[in-house]
């Protein structure tokens, strides 16, 4: 139950899939709408602060979820054609690369220059890079990269959506029940 | 020996008066940052907040004997703003306020210099900034002049002014404390 076997996804897999999954979209709603404040907003300062909160806790969870899947079997595709196994993996790990890009470039805009990133208080993540005047390239690739993702992900449901209504095979339903038990 | 002392006097006097005013140029020794552009603006109106340019060059003509034929000639990487904050500097490079990759130089072209009181230099020229040129007059002063120990000859300024950001084309809202920005410069420079 709680691992990936042959026959479907286990209970980790699943609910970090639907968490990320919402979570990232709410991360990229919320930095779209926080650079666009006016300075005299009452969230000027605390709408980028729970983004980049948000966003370790995102880093934290990609790594379990890249790691859980590395240390599980993957469950069968037998169902799809080999274009669209091969095309699904591809983009798999084309959206954990660049999600995991726009972690960490997220994370150097706000700690190239020494200063840690504060987790809703008291936990805080110190810089590692100490690389000032690297925000603007880092806020580049973050920027570009967060249209990927977002653009990934949109074809990723698009695949999804047409598995589940058009070709009505298990590929979106495996990941929202689990393995059918025998 | 009267006559004599006289004599000198007038020689000396007459020696000054016909020295050629040759203007010496120099060359602002931003290698050794023995110069700054530096900036402030009120913050909420309650403080101010400091930066500066990292990077700039230029040069600058100077006479004692004649100080009003004087030039000077600044180039700024807009990009090099620090005001020791990374993600504030991010924000002041992008299109908010200086968008350094669509402006990535602002300069500065002397067009006249006034001698005032004590040493005192009007210097009016246009500051090119943010793509909008606009006059500006600094107030400036010497600060010394002479032979460093290390063979050159050397003179130095300082000076002040005050820009108003939507001048330049620069209008997010900071509030209404911060509208202005006062530049704060040292220059020192290597005469060539």
Do not use: C
């Amino acid at each position: 139950m709680w691992r990936d076997t042959a026959q479907g996804y286990g209970i980790v897999s699943r609910v970090l899939h639907w968490l990320l999954a919402i979570v990232i979209v709410v991360l990229f709603a919320l930095g779209w709408w926080m650079v666009g404040l006016d300075y005299t907003s009452a969230y000027y300062n605390l709408a980028p602060a729970w983004h980049e909160a948000i966003g370790i806790l995102v880093l934290l969870a990609m790594t379990l979820r890249v790691g859980w899947r590395i240390a599980n079997t993957k469950p069968d595709s037998d169902h799809l054609t080999l274009f669209e196994q091969r095309a699904s993996v591809l983009m798999h790990w084309a959206l954990y690369a660049v999600i995991f890009a726009v972690l960490i470039s997220g994370y150097l805009i706000s700690t190239a220059d020494g200063r840690a990133i504060e987790i809703f208080g008291p936990l805080r993540v110190p810089s590692l890079i100490y690389a000032p005047g690297i925000e603007s390239l880092s806020g580049k690739i973050h920027r570009i990269l967060s249209y990927v993702t977002i653009g990934l992900a949109g074809l990723h449901t698009g695949a999804a959506l047409k598995h589940h209504f058009v070709d009505r095979d298990p590929t979106l339903s495996r990941m929202w029940r689990g393995a059918k038990h025998h | 020996m009267k006559r004599f002392q006289r004599s000198v006097a007038i020689f000396l006097a007459g020696a000054l008066l016909s020295a050629p005013a040759f203007a010496a140029d120099y060359t602002i020794d931003n290698e050794g940052a023995h110069a700054s552009i530096n900036f402030r603006i009120k913050h909420l109106g309650y403080s101010w907040l400091t930066g500066r340019f990292d990077k700039f060059n230029g040069t600058f003509s100077y006479d004692e004997a004649k100080p009003e034929a004087s030039k000077v000639s600044v180039t700024i990487d807009t990009a090099s703003v620090n005001s020791n904050h990374g993600k504030r500097d991010k924000h002041l490079r992008g299109g908010d306020f200086l968008d350094v990759e669509m402006f990535p130089q602002a300069t500065f072209t002397s067009k006249s210099v006034t001698p005032g009181a004590d040493g005192k230099l009007t210097i009016v020229g246009d500051l090119t900034l943010h793509g909008e040129t606009k006059e500006v007059s600094i107030d400036a002063e010497v600060v010394g002049s002479g032979k460093d120990p290390w063979g050159g000859y050397r003179t130095g300024f300082s000076g002040t002014t005050k820009l108003k950001l939507a001048d330049f084309g620069i209008d997010f809202n900071l509030g209404p404390a911060s509208t202005h920005v006062e530049l704060d410069l040292n220059v020192e420079g290597i005469r060539k």
